[in-house]
Protein backbone atom coordinates (compact mmCIF):
# COMPACT_ATOMS: atom_id res chain seq x y z
CA UNK A 1 0.00 0.00 0.00
CA UNK A 2 1.35 3.15 -1.13
CA UNK A 3 1.69 6.12 1.58
CA UNK A 4 1.90 10.07 0.71
CA UNK A 5 4.84 12.08 1.52
CA UNK A 6 4.71 15.48 1.13
CA UNK A 7 7.86 18.08 1.01
CA UNK A 8 10.88 15.52 0.36
CA UNK A 9 14.20 17.12 -0.36
CA UNK A 10 14.50 17.86 -3.84
CA UNK A 11 10.92 18.20 -4.66
CA UNK A 12 10.22 21.72 -4.01
CA UNK A 13 10.36 22.17 -7.87
CA UNK A 14 10.18 25.86 -9.44
CA UNK A 15 10.26 27.09 -13.65
CA UNK A 16 12.00 30.37 -13.60
CA UNK A 17 13.81 32.51 -16.24
CA UNK A 18 14.22 32.90 -19.78
CA UNK A 19 17.05 32.48 -22.45
CA UNK A 20 18.36 30.95 -25.56
CA UNK A 21 15.86 32.65 -27.68
CA UNK A 22 16.28 32.03 -31.45
CA UNK A 23 13.60 33.21 -34.12
CA UNK A 24 13.39 31.29 -37.42
CA UNK A 25 11.79 33.57 -40.14
CA UNK A 26 9.61 30.84 -42.60
CA UNK A 27 9.21 31.36 -46.33
CA UNK A 28 7.52 28.76 -48.50
CA UNK A 29 6.81 26.86 -45.97
CA UNK A 30 10.10 25.87 -45.18
CA UNK A 31 11.74 27.83 -41.89
CA UNK A 32 15.25 30.07 -42.57
CA UNK A 33 18.45 29.55 -40.44
CA UNK A 34 17.51 30.50 -36.93
CA UNK A 35 19.22 33.68 -35.40
CA UNK A 36 19.70 34.57 -32.05
CA UNK A 37 17.59 36.63 -30.21
CA UNK A 38 19.15 38.72 -27.06
CA UNK A 39 17.47 41.05 -24.96
CA UNK A 40 14.36 38.76 -24.01
CA UNK A 41 12.81 39.59 -20.69
CA UNK A 42 9.43 37.50 -21.10
CA UNK A 43 7.24 35.31 -23.14
CA UNK A 44 3.34 34.82 -21.92
CA UNK A 45 1.57 32.50 -23.24
CA UNK A 46 -2.20 31.93 -23.29
CA UNK A 47 -4.85 30.29 -24.70
CA UNK A 48 -8.19 30.80 -25.72
CA UNK A 49 -11.25 28.72 -26.55
CA UNK A 50 -11.89 25.21 -25.43
CA UNK A 51 -14.70 26.67 -24.17
CA UNK A 52 -17.77 24.66 -23.84
CA UNK A 53 -21.39 24.46 -25.34
CA UNK A 54 -24.15 22.90 -23.14
CA UNK A 55 -26.65 20.92 -25.53
CA UNK A 56 -29.86 19.97 -24.19
CA UNK A 57 -32.29 17.59 -25.39
CA UNK A 58 -35.40 15.89 -23.24
CA UNK A 59 -35.36 18.69 -20.42
CA UNK A 60 -31.71 18.07 -19.51
CA UNK A 61 -28.49 18.25 -20.63
CA UNK A 62 -27.41 16.50 -23.68
CA UNK A 63 -23.64 16.59 -24.32
CA UNK A 64 -21.11 19.32 -24.50
CA UNK A 65 -19.58 20.66 -27.58
CA UNK A 66 -16.06 22.19 -26.86
CA UNK A 67 -14.58 24.66 -29.16
CA UNK A 68 -11.21 24.69 -30.78
CA UNK A 69 -8.50 25.93 -28.79
CA UNK A 70 -6.16 28.02 -29.72
CA UNK A 71 -2.40 29.43 -29.04
CA UNK A 72 -1.22 32.83 -28.23
CA UNK A 73 1.95 34.28 -26.63
CA UNK A 74 3.26 37.71 -25.83
CA UNK A 75 6.86 38.14 -26.43
CA UNK A 76 8.77 40.85 -24.31
CA UNK A 77 12.15 42.21 -25.29
CA UNK A 78 14.86 44.91 -25.32
CA UNK A 79 15.76 44.81 -28.82
CA UNK A 80 15.63 41.68 -31.36
CA UNK A 81 17.26 40.89 -34.04
CA UNK A 82 17.37 42.43 -37.82
CA UNK A 83 15.91 39.47 -39.38
CA UNK A 84 12.99 39.76 -37.15
CA UNK A 85 12.04 43.03 -38.53
CA UNK A 86 10.36 41.10 -41.55
CA UNK A 87 8.02 39.30 -39.54
CA UNK A 88 7.48 42.74 -38.25
CA UNK A 89 6.03 44.33 -41.49
CA UNK A 90 9.52 45.77 -42.07
CA UNK A 91 11.07 46.32 -45.41
CA UNK A 92 14.41 47.53 -45.99
CA UNK A 93 13.89 50.23 -49.25
CA UNK A 94 17.88 51.38 -49.39
CA UNK A 95 20.44 51.18 -47.34
CA UNK A 96 19.20 52.82 -43.52
CA UNK A 97 15.35 53.46 -45.20
CA UNK A 98 13.15 51.15 -43.37
CA UNK A 99 9.31 50.73 -44.94
CA UNK A 100 6.55 49.81 -42.01
CA UNK A 101 3.43 48.71 -42.63
CA UNK A 102 4.36 46.13 -44.81
CA UNK A 103 3.53 42.08 -45.42
CA UNK A 104 4.17 39.89 -41.99
CA UNK A 105 6.56 37.15 -42.52
CA UNK A 106 6.18 33.97 -40.76
CA UNK A 107 8.12 32.83 -38.13
CA UNK A 108 9.17 30.12 -35.62
CA UNK A 109 9.95 30.83 -31.97
CA UNK A 110 12.20 28.98 -29.67
CA UNK A 111 13.19 30.30 -25.95
CA UNK A 112 14.44 28.20 -22.83
CA UNK A 113 13.24 28.27 -19.14
CA UNK A 114 15.16 26.54 -16.29
CA UNK A 115 14.10 24.47 -13.74
CA UNK A 116 15.17 24.40 -10.60
CA UNK A 117 14.43 22.58 -6.89
CA UNK A 118 15.42 23.12 -3.09
CA UNK A 119 18.34 20.46 -3.67
CA UNK A 120 19.80 21.97 -7.24
CA UNK A 121 18.82 25.92 -7.34
CA UNK A 122 17.94 26.27 -10.83
CA UNK A 123 20.23 23.70 -11.99
CA UNK A 124 17.86 21.06 -11.81
CA UNK A 125 17.14 20.94 -15.74
CA UNK A 126 15.62 23.08 -17.91
CA UNK A 127 12.77 23.04 -20.93
CA UNK A 128 12.50 24.34 -24.41
CA UNK A 129 9.71 25.39 -25.92
CA UNK A 130 8.99 25.47 -29.68
CA UNK A 131 6.42 27.25 -31.27
CA UNK A 132 5.67 26.93 -34.72
CA UNK A 133 4.20 29.23 -37.64
CA UNK A 134 3.84 32.77 -35.62
CA UNK A 135 2.30 35.94 -36.79
CA UNK A 136 3.36 38.67 -34.77
CA UNK A 137 0.48 41.20 -34.40
CA UNK A 138 1.30 45.41 -34.20
CA UNK A 139 2.12 46.52 -31.42
CA UNK A 140 2.40 50.05 -29.03
CA UNK A 141 6.12 51.91 -28.99
CA UNK A 142 5.74 54.17 -26.17
CA UNK A 143 9.02 57.20 -26.25
CA UNK A 144 9.80 59.12 -23.75
CA UNK A 145 12.68 61.67 -22.79
CA UNK A 146 15.90 61.01 -20.52
CA UNK A 147 15.31 61.69 -17.31
CA UNK A 148 16.51 60.75 -13.55
CA UNK A 149 15.45 57.50 -13.57
CA UNK A 150 16.02 56.49 -16.86
CA UNK A 151 14.57 53.24 -18.62
CA UNK A 152 14.81 51.14 -21.59
CA UNK A 153 12.33 51.04 -23.72
CA UNK A 154 10.78 47.75 -23.68
CA UNK A 155 9.09 46.18 -26.79
CA UNK A 156 5.91 44.05 -26.66
CA UNK A 157 4.47 41.68 -29.08
CA UNK A 158 1.29 39.63 -29.44
CA UNK A 159 1.47 36.37 -31.46
CA UNK A 160 -0.73 33.90 -32.81
CA UNK A 161 -0.25 30.66 -34.58
CA UNK A 162 -1.19 28.42 -37.00
CA UNK A 163 -0.97 24.45 -35.39
CA UNK A 164 1.04 21.67 -36.86
CA UNK A 165 0.20 18.35 -38.10
CA UNK A 166 1.26 15.66 -35.85
CA UNK A 167 2.21 12.82 -38.23
CA UNK A 168 1.24 9.83 -38.53
CA UNK A 169 4.98 8.63 -37.88
CA UNK A 170 5.21 5.26 -36.02
CA UNK A 171 8.30 4.93 -33.50
CA UNK A 172 9.61 1.98 -33.23
CA UNK A 173 9.43 1.57 -29.55
CA UNK A 174 5.53 2.56 -29.44
CA UNK A 175 1.83 2.19 -30.96
CA UNK A 176 1.39 3.75 -34.09
CA UNK A 177 0.65 7.80 -33.50
CA UNK A 178 -2.69 8.83 -33.51
CA UNK A 179 -5.55 10.83 -32.24
CA UNK A 180 -3.29 14.03 -31.62
CA UNK A 181 -4.94 16.99 -32.83
CA UNK A 182 -2.49 19.78 -34.79
CA UNK A 183 -0.46 21.82 -32.40
CA UNK A 184 1.59 24.85 -32.24
CA UNK A 185 3.59 24.37 -29.25
CA UNK A 186 6.11 21.44 -28.33
CA UNK A 187 7.91 21.36 -25.39
CA UNK A 188 11.35 19.47 -24.57
CA UNK A 189 11.82 18.57 -21.03
CA UNK A 190 15.56 17.59 -20.59
CA UNK A 191 15.04 16.00 -16.62
CA UNK A 192 12.17 13.52 -18.99
CA UNK A 193 14.98 12.78 -21.53
CA UNK A 194 17.69 12.34 -18.76
CA UNK A 195 14.95 9.66 -17.16
CA UNK A 196 14.76 7.93 -20.23
CA UNK A 197 18.31 7.40 -21.20
CA UNK A 198 17.86 9.47 -23.93
CA UNK A 199 19.99 12.75 -23.54
CA UNK A 200 22.06 11.67 -26.45
CA UNK A 201 18.56 12.78 -28.67
CA UNK A 202 18.46 16.13 -26.59
CA UNK A 203 21.57 17.10 -27.53
CA UNK A 204 20.99 16.33 -31.24
CA UNK A 205 17.61 18.35 -31.39
CA UNK A 206 19.92 21.05 -30.11
CA UNK A 207 22.39 20.68 -32.56
CA UNK A 208 19.48 21.32 -34.55
CA UNK A 209 18.41 24.39 -32.98
CA UNK A 210 21.03 25.89 -32.69
CA UNK A 211 24.03 24.78 -34.98
CA UNK A 212 22.80 22.73 -37.52
CA UNK A 213 22.90 19.23 -38.56
CA UNK A 214 24.73 17.32 -41.48
CA UNK A 215 21.03 15.63 -42.29
CA UNK A 216 18.76 18.38 -41.87
CA UNK A 217 20.78 21.05 -42.97
CA UNK A 218 24.19 22.40 -42.21
CA UNK A 219 22.45 26.11 -40.12
CA UNK A 220 20.39 26.22 -37.48
CA UNK A 221 16.64 25.41 -38.57
CA UNK A 222 13.19 24.92 -36.40
CA UNK A 223 12.86 20.90 -36.94
CA UNK A 224 9.53 20.00 -37.61
CA UNK A 225 7.42 17.20 -35.48
CA UNK A 226 8.00 14.41 -37.77
CA UNK A 227 11.85 15.53 -37.93
CA UNK A 228 11.50 15.39 -33.81
CA UNK A 229 9.86 11.72 -33.90
CA UNK A 230 12.72 10.88 -36.86
CA UNK A 231 15.31 11.99 -34.53
CA UNK A 232 13.71 10.02 -31.33
CA UNK A 233 13.33 7.08 -33.06
CA UNK A 234 17.05 7.03 -34.55
CA UNK A 235 18.44 7.90 -31.51
CA UNK A 236 16.38 5.59 -29.19
CA UNK A 237 18.37 2.67 -29.97
CA UNK A 238 22.12 1.29 -30.56
CA UNK A 239 22.76 1.24 -34.31
CA UNK A 240 25.54 0.49 -36.40
CA UNK A 241 27.58 2.03 -38.66
CA UNK A 242 25.09 1.84 -41.23
CA UNK A 243 22.51 3.54 -39.16
CA UNK A 244 20.74 -0.37 -38.43
CA UNK A 245 19.77 -1.34 -34.97
CA UNK A 246 21.68 -3.23 -32.92
CA UNK A 247 19.99 -6.99 -31.87
CA UNK A 248 19.99 -8.54 -28.80
CA UNK A 249 20.50 -12.02 -28.34
CA UNK A 250 16.73 -12.61 -28.68
CA UNK A 251 16.40 -10.45 -31.93
CA UNK A 252 14.69 -7.41 -29.78
CA UNK A 253 15.87 -3.96 -30.33
CA UNK A 254 18.94 -2.55 -27.76
CA UNK A 255 18.05 0.81 -26.85
CA UNK A 256 20.73 3.20 -26.06
CA UNK A 257 20.68 4.51 -22.63
CA UNK A 258 22.57 8.16 -22.38
CA UNK A 259 21.85 10.01 -19.28
CA UNK A 260 24.42 13.00 -19.65
Known sequence: MGVLHWDETGEHCFETGIDHGVVYPLKGGRYLPGVAWNGLTAVNESSSGAEPTPLYADNTKYLNLMSAEEFKATIEAYTYPDEFGSCLGERNLARGVILGQQRRQHFGFCYRTLCGNDKDGTDGGYKLHLIFDCVASPSDRSYSTINDSPEAMTYSWEITTN????ASYRLEYEAALSG????????LESNRFKAAGAMNVLRRLEDILYEGDVFFGDKPTMPKISTILSVYDMGIYLRDNDYDALLDSSGHKIQSFVSE
Not at 163 to 166: A, G, S, T
Not at 180 to 187: D, I, N, R
Open 163 to 166: PEEV
Open 180 to 187: YKPTAVVT
